[in-house]
């Protein structure tokens, strides 16, 4: 909350992203315009001209900001041993954060597809996903390699976990968006346990 | 070949097949219109027009234009064991099929995921592109089921396999594209391998 109420412009830009992920829900990306995000926020589209100058522009920010409400929404308990705080990233990029984060999760990975899928022809895109995506990547590398130096986990190659773990759950995520099939999610869940629980944890390990 | 050269419906639909694929590559799904298509067609817009109505109706057919092609191209020789199979299968679903198919295969994974991103907004998208992941999970399926019936497979939970192996590969793809990191593919390919050979594979079976 800014200092100074209502005309305060991180109020302000708060209030344009709200307006814009609704507008993007709404309409999907390939027919959001200037003009349908105004439609959802309560100030003049000159308000939304005057901090941003073009839907490009605004595009970049909006991605941003999702992407920083993900990297809260993410983070995890270090005080937990190595397969723990896996097993509990692994749901929660799966299935959204478990006290509800800001967005319906699913809402949000339909509206992140959209983005993403623009990405190859966007340099600007690109730089913030492949940002969050080595966020992410470094995360689990540090678990893996916690796990290993503890004893529980194999000594498999972490970089190749991670790209295995991310690259799931992303196909995981779009596969049950774009087929709306509930059920994408739920198996893949089951796999990744088998994986970190059966080939991952060192054999008469913790938890094993 | 049609039978009749020139004025051949079927070479003609190809030809505008052709236009839209590389229509959509040159503009990308945001921009690509009827115009843009017409562009890279050596005919009339007015024959687009007489085959297609509106370019909903275009990029239906366009859809399962790629989704013929791919599934022609990840045909896999039933002589092969299960083992060889499913690591065939994989590799041509990463990296294309080795007789290099009709298309570029990153260049199809970008058309692809821009026509995926609609999906949740576009019934009969999302009908073809449930009707190719079944084909492909159920040829998955059928691998594993064999290999277990052999013996060379643990007893796992085939459709788990199978959903593992299909998210894997389309969010490697997927993160391939969007953010042109070329080693996310081949990271993919090693550890779905280990995962093949360490976990799936029965010990003391063949190829161990």
Same mark, same amino acid.
């Given at each position: 909350m800014g200092a100074n109420g209502d005309g305060d412009p991180v109020d302000t830009q708060e209030a344009i992203m709200q307006a814009t992920y609704r507008a993007l829900c709404t309409h999907g990306y390939s027919s959001l315009t200037m003009q349908s995000i105004a439609d959802e926020f309560d100030k003049t589209k000159g308000v939304i001209h005057y901090h941003y100058d073009t839907k490009q522009d605004l595009l970049v920010a909006f991605l941003e900001y999702l992407l920083d409400a993900f990297e809260r929404d993410i983070a995890v308990d270090e005080q937990q041993d190595p397969g723990t705080r896996l097993e509990a990233l692994i749901e929660t990029l799966l299935f959204g954060p478990p006290e509800r984060g800001e967005f319906d999760h699913w809402e949000l990975t339909t509206a992140m597809l959209e983005i993403r899928s623009e990405a190859p022809h966007n340099p600007e895109f690109r730089r913030q996903l492949s940002h969050n995506y080595e966020t992410v990547e470094a995360m689990v590398i540090a678990i893996v390699e916690d796990g290993i130096e503890q004893g529980v986990f194999r000594d498999v190659d972490a970089e190749e976990v991670a790209t295995l773990l991310l690259t799931t759950?992303?196909?995981? #995520?779009?596969? $049950?968006?774009?087929? $709306? #099939?509930?059920?994408?999610?739920?198996?893949?869940?089951a796999s990744l346990e088998g994986i970190v629980r059966h080939w991952l944890r060192q054999p008469g390990g913790v938890g094993e």
């Open positions: 759950i992303n196909g995981a #995520r779009i596969y $049950q968006v774009t087929l $709306q #099939r509930d059920d994408v999610a739920e198996l893949t869940s």
